[in-house]
């Protein structure tokens, strides 16, 4: 690890235990501190343990302060007034700076998915046309203004918003789409990609994913939800995890049953989606990565941010499974 990460990362585990003490207790900042410690020292064991138990704490807090937001009814839209062919139901997709500004990865995303759309209208979300969407507290906006919400919590406050207002598909900018987008992706009242349970380090345990969050506009899980980070951000001023948007849906799911219902009747789908990203460091060689074409996933989660698998050539300099993807995968392969 160079000087310059051990500094930024002492830097932000400082910041964190500070602002956890301010904000919470002693007790999270002591658990999270430790949880990033042993993830650096790669005990991974270890980390999961305060992990566990920092979510464990993180849940507890949503409840004992925001009971009233998961269990009052909330209004649910006439059929007549929202029905909308599935045909035609929107795609939203969020870049706050604007596609045009993202990472070549990103843009190569918000392609494949306007590519496979179908005639499902793909909206991109930014800084500058999210207000002709939606209407957002005004208190929201000022602490986004004051760095209070950062970007990435800001997104989750907008598709919830979205999602309960217009319903669609929400699909994050760094999902790539191998082909055309499956009707029953917009068919039922909720949708999200789903695989069998396992302990990922997260509360969905594989039952969703929020990068991939669809259904009708008075499905009652976007309304809560919605309702949730209204509420919360009115009296918090920062995140309490960065995963709390799962430990939201979690609690949800704990207090209402139609929600829990809704998540457990979506069947697996997309399974392989972290699959793609794993191989992008491989050479490149015709047919690699046809097995996973060839497969039932259609959305694959690719991240801009995970360098390692980021380099277009190897070490023996060959080009890379990355090098292909940037291209279109028009390198000898058969997609």
Not at 70 to 78: D, L, R
């Given at each position: 690890?160079?000087?310059?990460?051990?500094?930024?990362?002492?830097?932000?585990?400082?910041?964190?235990?500070?602002?956890?003490?301010?904000?919470?207790?002693?007790?999270?900042?002591?658990?999270?501190?430790?949880?990033?410690?042993?993830?650096?020292?790669?005990?991974?064991?270890?980390?999961?343990?305060?992990?566990?138990?920092?979510?464990?704490?993180?849940?507890?807090?949503?409840?004992?302060?925001?009971?009233?937001?998961?269990?009052?009814?909330?209004?649910?839209?006439?059929?007549?007034e929202r029905e909308t062919s599935i045909f035609n139901k929107p795609i939203w997709i969020?870049?706050?700076?604007?596609?045009?500004?993202?990472?070549?990865?990103?843009?190569?995303?918000?392609?494949?998915?306007?590519?496979?759309?179908?005639?499902?209208?793909?909206?991109?979300?930014?800084?500058?046309?999210?207000?002709?969407?939606?209407?957002?507290?005004?208190?929201?906006?000022?602490?986004?203004?004051?760095?209070?919400?950062?970007?990435?919590?800001?997104?989750?406050?907008?598709?919830?918003?979205?999602?309960?207002?217009?319903?669609?598909?929400?699909?994050?900018a760094t999902i790539y789409c191998k082909g055309k987008l499956p009707d029953n992706y917009?068919?039922?009242?909720?949708?999200?990609?789903?695989?069998?349970?396992?302990?990922?380090?997260?509360?969905?345990?594989?039952?969703?994913?929020?990068?991939?969050?669809?259904?009708?506009?008075?499905?009652?899980?976007?309304?809560?939800?919605?309702?949730?980070?209204?509420?919360?951000?009115?009296?918090?001023?920062?995140?309490?995890?960065?995963?709390?948007?799962?430990?939201?849906?979690?609690?949800?799911?704990?207090?209402?049953?139609?929600?829990?219902?809704?998540?457990?009747?979506?069947?697996?789908?997309?399974?392989?989606?972290?699959?793609?990203?794993?191989?992008?460091?491989?050479?490149?060689?015709?047919?690699?990565?046809?097995?996973?074409?060839?497969?039932?996933?259609?959305?694959?989660?690719?991240?801009?941010?995970?360098?390692?698998?980021?380099?277009?050539?190897?070490?023996?300099?060959?080009?890379?499974?990355?090098?292909?993807?940037?291209?279109?995968?028009?390198?000898?392969?058969?997609?």
């Open positions: 690890m160079g000087e310059n990460r051990v500094f930024r990362v002492i830097k932000k585990i400082s910041t964190d235990f500070f602002q956890d003490i301010k904000y919470y207790s002693v007790k999270l900042a002591l658990l999270r501190t430790a949880e990033t410690i042993f993830q650096i020292l790669r005990l991974k064991n270890v980390s999961r343990y305060f992990q566990t138990k920092k979510t464990a704490y993180v849940l507890e807090y949503l409840k004992s302060h925001y009971d009233y937001v998961f269990t009052k009814s909330v209004n649910e839209e006439s059929k007549s969020c870049w706050l700076d604007g596609i045009e500004h993202a990472p070549l990865l990103v843009q190569k995303c918000v392609s494949s998915i306007k590519k496979n759309a179908g005639n499902h209208p793909v909206n991109i979300i930014t800084q500058d046309n999210y207000t002709e969407f939606v209407t957002l507290p005004e208190y929201i906006m000022e602490k986004k203004e004051k760095g209070l919400i950062g970007a990435a919590h800001f997104s989750d406050v907008l598709r919830v918003c979205l999602l309960a207002q217009y319903g669609g598909l929400w699909l994050d917009f068919e039922n009242d909720f949708f999200t990609c789903k695989s069998e349970p396992s302990d990922v380090g997260c509360v969905s345990k594989n039952q969703w994913t929020t990068f991939c969050l669809g259904g009708n506009q008075d499905c009652i899980i976007f309304q809560v939800l919605r309702n949730f980070f209204f509420e919360y951000w009115k009296t918090e001023d920062c995140a309490i995890d960065y995963l709390f948007f799962d430990d939201a849906i979690e609690v949800a799911r704990e207090y209402l049953s139609e929600i829990n219902y809704l998540i457990k009747a979506v069947p697996y789908n997309n399974t392989e989606r972290d699959c793609l990203i794993m191989r992008f460091a491989d050479p490149w060689e015709k047919g690699c990565v046809d097995d996973l074409f060839a497969g039932t996933t259609i959305l694959f989660k690719l991240g801009y941010r995970e360098k390692q698998f980021l380099n277009e050539f190897t070490n023996k300099g060959e080009p890379t499974v990355y090098a292909a993807f940037l291209k279109d995968f028009e390198m000898g392969g058969t997609i």
